[in-house]
């Protein structure tokens, strides 16, 4: 195939529109990537490249729209290309095969469903939340508080407790790898899901004894999950609720994903109970998309707020001077960032 020739003609520099029309129009891209996602395309090639029509093949994917799909997915970056056309190959990239083969334990691609299968549709509403406040998810339809659903369906509750452990799994990881946990040889997960920030903990610090803390529809999950990886004894599954009943007691405390749920006396009521049950220099450890300071830089931590918007009626991130804040107000005595991976931190609060 010739090459098109371009000629670069020099103009004077104007205004752009281009980074105006990306993101506005960018719900196309998001909708391609979650496409391929749910139709386990990057898993597919998990097992090596294929040629378009085989893939068109494998994934029932009409002939018409086979390459413009495919050759989109290159063009975003998110596969790699030998050929045209007809004789093209088409295979993961170092990226999507490390995180998004679902073959792989490095899989974080349940975010990336539930957000096809659930979040996609709410966010439509998104400016109904700014007028009114009020969440737009299932609650929206008169059915029960989102929460109170996901635990009465298993189902619904297994994709929500993969797509959180895979969403912030490499924040675990590398918390497990940068935490000091020398002087501590106890941790407490609190609203531990799948058990995933304790097992890391344990596979990294093999002198910690971790637990992690749910309600006990999630318990099941979490203990098949430490069973699987043969965790056992050093990471112990405790069944609970975290508003009605006590923390289990440990030189740490940790909430990944939590805090920004729920409100701002919620908020402070779990960190008060974090300070009443960890001893003298304890740390309570939260790893979320904490947002800078001036709010001016980590975009993903605001859009998540807005998601909690559409999820929740009163929860919201937050920076890091909140949560100094309201640690210093619960007692503890210092706190401090830790960056993690992306647009997310760990922030520590010492007893």
């Known amino acids: 195939m010739e090459p098109t020739v371009e000629k670069n003609i020099p ?10 029309i990306q993101t506005g129009m960018g719900f196309w891209a ?4 979650l496409t391929a996602v749910k139709m386990g395309l990057f898993t597919r090639l998990g097992k090596g490249p ?3 029509t085989r893939i068109g093949e494998k994934l029932g994917i009409h002939q018409r729209s086979l390459y413009d799909f495919l050759d989109a997915l290159v063009a975003l970056g998110f596969l790699n290309r030998r050929g045209f056309r007809e004789t093209a190959i088409y295979s993961n990239t170092k990226e999507t095969d490390l995180f998004l083969n679902k073959r792989k334990a490095s899989y974080i691609g349940g975010i990336l469903e539930m957000s096809n299968n659930r979040l996609y549709p709410f966010w439509n509403d998104l400016e109904n939340a700014l007028r009114t406040g009020q969440p737009q998810n299932e609650v929206k339809g008169g059915n029960k508080p989102f929460f109170q659903e996901l635990y009465a369906d298993e189902a619904r509750l297994r994709e929500f407790v993969s797509a959180m452990g895979g969403f912030q799994m490499h924040n675990f990881m590398a918390f497990s790898r940068q935490f ?3 002087s501590y040889n106890t941790l407490c997960d609190i609203g531990g899901a799948g058990g995933n920030l304790a097992t890391q903990v344990a596979a990294k610090q093999p002198h910690m004894h971790c637990i992690t803390f749910d309600f006990p529809a999630v318990s099941v999950i979490a203990q098949e999950n430490i069973d ?3 965790f056992n004894p050093r990471v112990k599954v405790v069944a609970g609720d975290f508003f009605k ?3 289990p007691e440990a030189d740490v405390i940790t909430m990944g994903n939590i805090l920004h749920d729920w409100g701002l006396e919620d908020k402070k009521f779990l960190i008060s109970k974090a300070y009443a049950v960890l001893p003298e220099g304890g740390s309570l450890v939260v790893i979320e998309n904490i947002i800078d300071d001036l709010r001016r830089q980590n975009a993903f931590g605001l859009l998540v707020s807005l998601n909690m918007l559409i999820e929740t009626y009163e929860g919201f991130d937050y920076t890091a001077a909140d949560f100094t804040k309201w640690v210093k107000e619960a007692g503890f005595r210092e706190s401090y960032k830790m960056r993690l991976n992306g647009p997310t931190s760990a922030v520590v609060a010492v007893k």
């Open 228 to 230: 699987r990886l043969d």
């Open 50 to 52: 294929l040629p378009a």
């Open 11 to 20: 103009t004077q520099k104007q205004a752009d529109p281009s980074h105006i």
């Open 30 to 33: 998001s909708k391609t990537l």
């Open 245 to 247: 009943d006590p923390f």
């Open 180 to 182: 000091d946990f020398s």
